[in-house]
């Protein structure tokens, strides 16, 4: 029987950072984080990063493993992840994989595969992707391109198909958005060109180009800009672009382009899936209060300083809802109220298109968030504790058999 992991997932502003830690502490366990932006240093404020304080110990992996400039793929995620998860089993503790970048986390958890096969089909990834299309909408893929590209999904419309799949092979095989690549004229032209451990949590902003003082905290408001995996989405035939699919059976035949993933030998983990939701008003509250609460912390000036230090307005890391709202507030491109509102609809948007792909994984144990909004998480883990653990203790006693 294969090692244990929980993953706790749930839309933007759920409280998944104090679930996961909550967790962590009663499972002597460690958190292992699953956002595409909390990898970045000096992106502290908007992506929500924990204190110390809240961290409360707890090891948190996979925070502040990169410098802004640089691109960040989900092979590389998954590589990371992996081997992150692996040291934990192997001191003896228990992975929790904390996110809501279902991308990522499908590609930890389930057995697919990022190696020179799936990088040799670049035909079966557009073949993928016109099905996917045809089974469930031009929309769906224009909003898998909204996740990844959204500079370039506004400029494209739903329905011209063959623009939004070469900018999602773009992205795929490049790691970045078609928009960040200097003198391109767009999807339709121009140019197409293992650091695992937990860092110490403290207090403070994290210098750019070093290894800095920051947390896993709860997940940006929109900095999830990687959320193109379809968790939960069907199954597809031939070689299926839905990348990392949470509850969909595995692909079927055929690889995928580089950087999407083919079926592996089985599953890797004894996982268990935890989510939390709220009804959708309380959750916008929540999302609307807690741009409100970055942005009195500073988040502009964050932005700011990341661009004086030399990070490209098109970087990746900037992409992310926020980031480059307020990057386009510092250029005089639009009024700062009409920018913070912005960055709410935009966050607002995202918790729905999250939540519409987690609805369709039957694997999530749901917890009603909103219904005890006033208790600690730890109240959560109490009511679920002992039918997570009594799965764990049967892996670990054939394990201990083993041994």
């Not at 290894?211 to 896993?216: E, F, M, P, V, Y």
Request: glycine share 16%; net charge neutral; aromatic share 6%.
């Amino acid at each position: 029987m294969n090692r244990p992991l929980i993953v706790v997932l749930g839309p933007t502003a759920s409280g998944k950072s104090a679930l996961a830690v909550s967790l962590a502490e009663a499972v002597n366990g460690e958190v292992v984080s699953g956002d595409s932006m909390q990898v970045y240093r000096g992106m502290d404020i908007g992506t929500g990063k924990i204190t110390a304080g809240e961290a409360r110990g707890v090891p948190h992996h996979l925070v502040d493993i990169k410098d802004p400039r640089e691109g960040f793929s989900v092979a590389e995620f998954q590589t990371l992840a992996r081997s992150a998860i692996a040291d934990i089993h192997q001191r003896g503790r228990i992975p929790i994989l904390a996110g809501g970048t279902g991308l990522y986390i499908g590609a930890v958890v389930d057995p697919y595969e990022f190696g020179a096969q799936a990088r040799a089909s670049v035909t079966s990834y557009r073949e993928g992707m016109r099905r996917l299309a045809a089974e469930k909408g031009n929309g769906c893929l224009h909003a898998l391109l909204a996740e990844k590209d959204p500079v370039t999904a506004a400029k494209v419309h739903p329905n011209d198909i063959k623009r939004v799949i070469r900018a999602l092979e773009f992205f795929e095989i490049q790691g970045r958005p078609i928009s960040s690549n200097q003198g391109a004229r767009g999807p339709g032209g121009g140019s197409s060109g293992v650091e695992t451990g937990a860092k110490p949590l403290g207090g403070g902003s994290v210098g750019i180009g070093r290894s800095g003082d920051g947390a896993l905290g709860a997940e940006p408001p929109g900095g999830e800009s990687a959320e193109a995996g379809a968790l939960g989405a069907g199954r597809l035939d031939g070689g299926s672009a839905e990348a990392g699919a949470l509850g969909a059976g595995p692909f079927e035949g055929g690889s995928t382009a580089a950087g999407s993933p083919v079926a592996g030998p089985g599953p890797l983990y004894q996982t268990r899936f935890i989510g939390l939701r709220w009804e959708r008003e309380q959750l916008y509250r929540r999302i609307n209060g807690r741009v409100d609460t970055m942005i009195r912390k500073g988040w502009a000036e964050e932005v700011r300083l990341l661009l004086e230090a030399g990070v490209p307005e098109d970087a990746q890391s900037m992409q992310a809802i926020g980031y480059r709202h307020i990057v386009g507030f510092l250029n005089g491109q639009s009024p700062w109220d009409s920018c913070v509102e912005q960055i709410k609809m935009e966050t607002r948007r995202f918790a729905k298109r999250q939540m519409t792909w987690f609805r369709r994984n039957p694997r999530i144990f749901w917890l009603d968030a909103g219904g005890a909004a006033g208790q600690r998480a730890g109240d959560f883990v109490r009511d679920i504790l002992q039918d997570v653990l009594s799965d764990f203790a049967a892996v670990k006693n054939i394990r201990d058999r083993k041994d």
